[in-house]
Each structure stands twice: as C-alpha cells, then as structure tokens.
C-alpha cells in the first residue's frame, strides 16, 4: 500500500473509533484507562526492551545526551506514566455537560453542548511518554487520537500503543480510538495533513520547525504552541523585595521551560535602588545577564545586547536586563518583542495592575506572580495538553476542555418558524 | 507598489487598529456605531450613485438577476444596514467579561477573561451590507476588521468603507480598526492569507469555490460555514401532526436557506400513515419529491433518487424523502449523508429524543422544532456573523462572543513556584 492510501485507512478506522468513543461512557472510559495503567506496569520490562533499541540507534545516529535522556524509560518512568494515565481516570468527564440553556419568547429551551472534537492528530517527537500523555486525555474527552511520533522513538512508541490499544479494546473501546501511525516518513504527516473533513483538530508538539512545517502544510486547523519570550515588569510601586523574588523564581527555578522569563523590564525610578542586588543575586546563581550601557554600567559582568536578543527564547541561563521609563514603555516593548506567552508586573500601585491586566495581549497575564505558574495543573486545570499560543479555540495552557467543542441543542414543542 | 507589499501595508494598519479598538470603552464603540448608522443614511444618495457603478458593469457582464439583485442597493437597503448598525450598538460588549475565577491552594487567583481576537480578514462575495454587518460586530467585539469584497461590488464597498472609517475616526477609533482592501485580484487574497501572526482569523463568506480556496491556502485559522445539508427525523412515536408542520416548515418557509431541511427520513412504522397527507401538502406547495422505489408507490410525481441525492444542498423546492427502519439508521443516515449542520428528530418518547441529543454530531441539534431555527437571531444571540460547520472555536451560529477569546489572568500577592 501506498503511503497516502495507509494514511487514509488509519484516519477511517481512527474516525470510526471517535464515533465510538463519543458514545462510551464516562465509566468505560475511565476503566479503559485505569486498565492501560495496569498493562503499562505489567509490561514495564518489554517497553524497556523496545526503548533499547531506540537508544542504540540514538547513540549509532549520535545523538545529543539531552535527546537521549529524553527518549528513555526506565521504570520509573514508565510508573510515571501509569501514574498519569490514574490521574486523568480521576478527573471528571468534559463532555456532555450542558454549558448553558436560556428561554425563547416561543417557548423553545435553546443551549450549548459541551461534546468530544472527534479526531485529533498528535504529531511529537522524541518523548515517548506523550504517546500515553496524549491518548489519556483525547480519550477522556471522548474523542479518538492519531499519534505520529518521532522516528527516534519509534520501537518504544509502538510497544506503548500496543499496550495501550490491547488495553482499551479489553475495556471495550474501539480500537480505532487509539491509532497509531507507523511509517516514519515525513509524507505521512503531510498527507494526514490534507484530511479535512476526516481529522478535525492537528496538535503537533515539538520544535518550531515542525510546527512551522505543520501550520504551513494543513488544511486542518492546528492548536500550536511557538515560543515563550516572557517578561517580568518591575514597576516603580513595587515591593522590591517582592518583585526580586518573583524576578529570580521566573528564570531560575526551571530556565529551561517555556514560561520561564527572557527579559526583565524595569523601571528607571527604582533601577538604582533594584537593580544592584538584583544582579548579584541572578551573577551568583550562574545567569548571564545582557544589558544596554544603562545596565552595563551596573555591573561589569552585563554584556551587551543586540535588538535580537529581545525576541529569543533562550531557555538556558541567559536574561535579557532593559530599563523602560514606565509602564507604557514596558507594555509597547512586550507587544513588539513578545511571544504573546506569559507576561507579569509587579506593583503595588492598583490602577496599573488592572491597566496591565487589560492591555497585555498575552495568553496569561500576572500581577505579582511568576511566570512559571503558567501552566495547567499550577492553574488546577487538572491535566495539560501543552499550553496554546493561538487565539483561536484554546489560549494558554489547555486541559480538557480544549479538547472538545460545543454544540447547539434546541429543545422544542413544535416550534416552527414564521 | 506591488501586491503582496501592499497587503502587508494594509495588514500592518489593521494590527495598528486592532491595539487600538482593544483599548477603546464601550461607549466609544457604541458611539462609533451610532455615527456610521447616521453617516449612511446622510450619505445614502452617494452610496446608490457608487452602487449604479456595479450594477452598470454587472449588466454589462451578463450576470445573472439573482446576482445583481444581492448586489444592489436601494434606500430601503441602506436603511436596513443602518439599522443593523443601531442594534449592534445595544449589544452588551463581550470583552472584559470574567468567564471565571478561582482560588488556587497557594492563595493566587486564576481567571479567564474574555479579550478580542486582534485582527479579523473577512472575503466575502457580492453582497455589499457583508461590509458594514462585519464591520460592526468586529468593531463591537473590541477588533479590527480587513474587508476584501467581490470585484462586483468594488464601487459600492469603497463607498460604504470611505463612510464607514470616517465616522469611526470622528468617534476617535483608530482608522486601521476598519480596513479595506481595493485590489480585487486574486493575488492579494492569497498574499493575506500568508500573514500569520499579524492578521488572527479568516472569515470566508460566499460560495464553496471560494471557501474551498481559502481554507486550502491559509497559515491563519479560518472559521467557515461549508454547506447545509440538514435533516428531518419522523420517528414512529412521533406526533403526526405535529412533524407534518415542522417538516413543511423546513424544508418550504425559505428554502433558499442553509438551515432548510434537504432530507426528510420517515420512520417505516409509520410511512403509510404519514407520507401520503405530506407528500400532497409538498406538491401543493410546489416542491419536487425524490425517493426510491418505496418512497415512489406513495405518489407518481415521486421521481427516482440517486445516491449522490443525499449528499446535495438543494437550497430550492427540492426535498428527498427516505424511509429508515428506525432511529439507528436514520443516526446512520445523518453521520453518513450529512454535513452536520442542524438535524431534527419529531418524537414523543424521551428516551430517542434524548439520544438522538446527544448521539447526533451536528453544530445544531433539534427535537420537535424545525431546522429553520438554527439562526443566530433565532437562538437570542442578538447577532450573526454567519454559522460555523467547524468544529474548532466556534460551531453552529455566531455571534459576538464568538469574535473574541479568553486569556488567563493572575492576581496574586508574590507567589512564587517551588
């Protein structure tokens, strides 16, 4: 068979397997995923031994350590995923749940359905365990899931989707429900890409070049995630103190994450008095700071910055230092250098923290907290499906919810139109 | 200047514009509103002497009386766009509303806060009033809107855009915030639809040829309506009567409608009682019946039906008739043959009423009310910016909140994460 006819045949039975997953319910749904927890503990020793090989060949392909760690199980790990899989059983099911229902003067009840988007395409790399991550909340939400994953991972992402769909399918789940594309070649994803009308929804996790490729190439609407250039503003009414916690936490704790902070905005007013401990204090937790002359001159170990640093996201310990002259300098510089991610101010002054609020157009926006809250079980979501930079559908980090859609129900009495 | 430096110089305004609406109050864009109603109907002598420019080369083209019908405007016309504008004007604003908010563990608060998309490219075909309906309800929505209308009205939208911008200006709203595009090639839709991240959404609005087109070459997510092909099920228990009315009603009240019910499945219980008193009220009303061999011994003016029948959005006095063993196959029916628009079921036992509810994937679904419901005016939305066949964003009819997006807002007090 040819590459376009295979992909087609897995996006029919992936189709018919979201028919089926609309219908089960919450009860089915969840057994199904507590039993692919149990397989994936049972069968922890034969995952290790496909993930094997897809080390060895990661090593012959010479591979950076960074990828590697990234694409083992150990058995730790593969707990891990079964641990997930536990948590999303718990959480309770979208779909179905009546959003809303209003009266019209005809008597008619009229009202909004939340229901399962029904095929989503995941395209990811490396990590095999978004292949669980992945199917547990398409599943729950009722929909069926496509899953194309790297072809580092390819031995283990087959071994997981064979438990997984033996698995479901002992729960009485259609198998199509979890569908699995094989073939590693970059022409399967680009004519999963064409099938409108049969996926609905394309998710591709991974580097901006596979996203771009994805976004550039589809027919289908693509819920993406580019990049996180997030800022802090350092307000001139802010709690110093406060605001040097909040700076520190949003790049140090985990620098290399998407919510983390690339460049801090702050205040002439209060430079002098922030900025000297403030660098101490990035310099001595190992953070390389860039600066114009005006933060040069704080400190000698500040190098200097081009505008480009301002758009990079370095994810690394690397922090942009600008000083603005007040709050419209700080918002203008994250409307044009922004990644539209995360952004925060720390004041005390309340009408700047409700301006600020208003008038960032980012997928979250902070008073006097991190950054690094961004993410959906810190906002008790409960699950994460990747955090959207898009407007459309979903912004911001994406639970459940995200994946399903809403559709209009009317409930008559014989109401005709005149 | 060449065509795609010319796109991106109008795209370019629109963000200007979008920032700008964003920040504008209510009061701002109502009074904005007020005046372009106003403006047109001072204006109105000029508008018709731009419109007898169209309708002249129309003419002159040979199109057909429906097409220039839709394009021409007379006073009457004008008022009613007016009068459109008015009344948008009195819708409550959809953004800044909070959807929600929580408290997390750690004392921060989490939001969503309802927020306009940014930048809304809406291509249209022949109708001028799509100029000044969309315009408002971007307007209203906190967004800025690029219009590129069909070459036929190209006199008639120049005008009422020239109108349109200036009283926006005069109420102190960013002219970018209503942007046209003169240039009727081809080649400045296809350039738009490459500016990913400047301009948010698409909104194509006219035949399947031109929806196609766009759907297939867009980086920007588009929202679209693809055709109606919508559904009557008579179920065995239902009220004759009843789902003689409802099915008269969908398919003859205006069948010129994408909600107009372009099948009607007869329950075979049923089918003897119930055909022969339908049938005769459809010929008397002048609509063409087509059936199989079944459907044909009812009545001789029944002409056979083709598979290719059930797919078709006749928008005429054309209507198929199927008789179904039962609920399961009219389900089966609809999943196959439809375009999960707006489908109905006429019946009085609650259990398939409630099945039929929830099992039928449609962005409207019905019980005992006629398919012509599925309007946004209809279902109290105060407003249509058309009806979505998607799935992702936005599905069924549209209205104000369906031009916007949430973002997540945090107020906290100094949390940071550990």
Redesign the interface.
Same mark, same amino acid.
């Given at each position: 068979m040819d590459i376009k006819a295979y992909v087609l045949k897995k996006a029919l039975e992936a189709k018919e397997g979201a028919?089926a997953a609309?219908?089960a319910s919450s009860e089915e749904k969840n057994r199904a995923l507590l039993k692919m927890a149990g397989s994936l503990l049972t069968k922890s020793r034969e995952l290790q031994a496909a993930n094997k090989k897809d080390i060895a060949s990661a090593k012959k392909k010479g591979l950076s350590k960074a990828m590697i760690d990234r694409l083992t199980l150990t058995g730790k790990r593969i707990e891990e995923m079964a641990q997930g899989l536990v948590e999303v059983s718990k959480l309770p099911d979208p779909s &179905?749940e009546i959003l809303k229902m209003?009266r019209?003067p005809n008597g008619?009840m009229?009202g909004r %359905?939340r229901?399962p @988007? &029904?095929v989503i395409a995941i395209i990811y790399e490396s990590r095999p365990n978004v292949t669980a991550d992945a199917t547990a909340l398409c599943l729950k939400a009722g929909n069926a899931v496509i899953l194309r994953g790297g072809s580092e991972a390819v031995h283990s992402n087959t071994a997981i989707v064979k438990i997984l769909r033996n698995a479901a399918a002992s729960a009485g789940i259609h198998p199509g429900a979890v569908t699995f594309i094989e073939s590693t070649e970059r022409q399967a994803v680009m004519e999963m890409l064409k099938l409108?009308g049969i996926v /609905?929804?394309v998710i591709p996790r991974g580097g901006e070049g596979l996203i771009r490729a994805v976004?550039?190439n589809s027919?289908i609407?693509?819920?993406k995630h580019y990049k996180g250039v997030c800022h802090v503003f350092v307000d001139r009414d802010a /709690?110093l103190r %406060?605001a040097e !916690? @909040?700076c *520190?936490?949003a790049k140090v704790?985990r620098p290399g994450t998407c919510n983390a902070m690339e460049t801090m905005l702050v205040d002439g007013k209060i430079a002098v008095k922030f900025l000297p401990s403030m660098i101490k204090k990035f310099k001595k937790a190992g953070v390389k700071l860039k600066g114009g002359a005006d933060v040069m001159k704080f400190d000698k170990s500040v190098s200097a910055l081009k505008e480009g640093d301002y758009y990079t996201e370095y994810v690394d310990k690397i922090l942009n230092i600008r000083i603005v002259p007040g709050i419209d300098s700080a918002m203008d510089h994250i409307?044009k250098y922004g990644s539209a991610h995360t952004d $925060?101010i720390v004041t005390e002054d309340y009408n700047k923290a409700m301006r600020f609020?208003? !008038?960032v /157009?980012?997928? $979250?926006? %902070?008073?006097?907290?991190?950054t #690094? *809250? +961004?993410d959906g079980y810190?906002? &008790?979501l409960g699950a994460e499906m990747g955090i959207s930079t /898009?407007? @459309?559908?979903a #912004? &911001?980090?994406m639970g459940l919810e995200e994946l399903t859609?809403?559709? *209009? @129900?009317?409930?008559? +009495?014989?109401?005709? #139109?005149?």
């Open positions: 028919r609309a219908k &179905g209003w019209r008619m009229v %359905m229901v @988007i &029904g409108e /609905d929804l976004t550039e027919r609407p693509v819920l /709690d %406060m !916690e @909040i *520190f936490n704790q409307a $925060s609020l208003k !008038e /157009d980012s997928s $979250s926006v %902070m008073v006097n907290a991190s #690094r *809250f +961004s810190q906002y &008790g /898009d407007k @459309i559908h #912004r &911001g980090p859609c809403t559709k *209009f @129900i009317v409930l008559g +009495s014989g109401q005709v #139109r005149t």
